[in-house]
C-alpha cells in the first residue's frame, strides 16, 4: 500500500541532545512537508521540499533542519537549539502541479523532553 | 501574509443536528485552495473537502459542504446529520503558490463535540 511512513512514533531527547525523526513515502510525490502541532495552536509549517536537494524555511523553522537526498525520504532533525520540542509532528507529501492537491500525512511522531 | 483563523476553540452538537465550524482567511492571491481536514483522537489527517478560489459552486463531499463566500473570505465547513464518530479536531487550511512551490498552512483548529 502507498503511504507516508513516520518513525518513531515516540520519542524522547535529553538535553542538549540532537534527534532526527524519520519520513518515508512510497506515493511518488514530489513535494514534502514537515509540521509542528502544539495544543490550541494547529499544524505549524517547519520546513519544505519540493525536488531533491532543496527546501524551505516555514515559519518555525529555527532550531530544526532537514535534508532531501532522495525524493522518497525527509527526515527532520530537531537540534540542541530548540529550547522547547515537545510536540506532536506531521510529516506529510503531496503532488506539487495543482493548486486543489491535498496532503497526504503520515501518523506522526510524539517528541518529548525528558 | 496567510493566514487561516478558526475562532471556535470547541463546539458541542447533538447527535443528528448540523453544525457549522467557521473558517476565514487572509491571502492577496487570487489564486488558492481551501481543504478541511478531520483529526480524530488517533492523530490522523484525514482530507474532507476542497473548495478552489475560482469554483463558482460550494463543494459537496457526502455529509460535509463547504459554504465559500469569497467576498467575505470565509470558507465555513457544514456537517450534516453529525455522528458520534464526527468528534474530533478539525482544521480548516489553505494551499497557495503555483507549479514547483506550493504551501499549506493550517488554522488553530475547532474541537468538535458530538453529544448522543
Known amino acids: 500500500d502507498g503511504g507516508i511512513t513516520q518513525s518513531p512514533k515516540y520519542l524522547f531527547r535529553k538535553e542538549g541532545q540532537n534527534v532526527t525523526l524519520s519520513c518515508e513515502q512510497n506515493?511518488?510525490?514530489?513535494?514534502m512537508y514537515w509540521y509542528r502541532q502544539d495544543p490550541g495552536q494547529g499544524l505549524r509549517l517547519i520546513y519544505y521540499s519540493q525536488i531533491v536537494n532543496d527546501f524551505q524555511k516555514g515559519d518555525i523553522a529555527e532550531g530544526y533542519s532537514v535534508s532531501r537526498e532522495k525524493k522518497e525520504s525527509f527526515p527532520l532533525t530537531v537540534t540542541s537549539a530548540q529550547k522547547n520540542p515537545t510536540a506532536f509532528y506531521l510529516c506529510?507529501?503531496?503532488?506539487?502541479?495543482?493548486?486543489?492537491?491535498?496532503?497526504?500525512f503520515g501518523s506522526g511522531t510524539q517528541l518529548s523532553v525528558l | 501574509a496567510q493566514k487561516i483563523t478558526q475562532t471556535q476553540p470547541g463546539m458541542f452538537v447533538q447527535e443528528k443536528e448540523a453544525v457549522t465550524l467557521d473558517c476565514t482567511y487572509d491571502?492577496?492571491?487570487?489564486?488558492?485552495?481551501l481543504f478541511w481536514y478531520k483529526q480524530p483522537s488517533s492523530g490522523e489527517m484525514i482530507f474532507l473537502i476542497y473548495?478552489?478560489?475560482?469554483?463558482?459552486q460550494n463543494a459537496t463531499e457526502g455529509r460535509y459542504s463547504l459554504n465559500f463566500q469569497k467576498a467575505r473570505k470565509s470558507a465555513n465547513l457544514v456537517i450534516s446529520a453529525s455522528q458520534l464518530g464526527d468528534s474530533a479536531m478539525y482544521f480548516c487550511?489553505?494551499?497557495?503558490?503555483?507549479?514547483?512551490?506550493?504551501?499549506?498552512?493550517f488554522g488553530a483548529g475547532t474541537r468538535l463535540f458530538v453529544k448522543a
Open positions: 506529510a507529501s503531496s503532488i506539487d502541479t495543482e493548486i486543489n492537491e491535498k496532503l497526504f
Open positions: 487550511a489553505m494551499r497557495e503558490g503555483n507549479t514547483g512551490g506550493f504551501k499549506t498552512i
Open positions: 491571502t492577496s492571491d487570487p489564486s488558492y485552495g
Open positions: 473548495q478552489g478560489s475560482y469554483d463558482q
Open positions: 506515493l511518488n510525490h514530489d513535494a
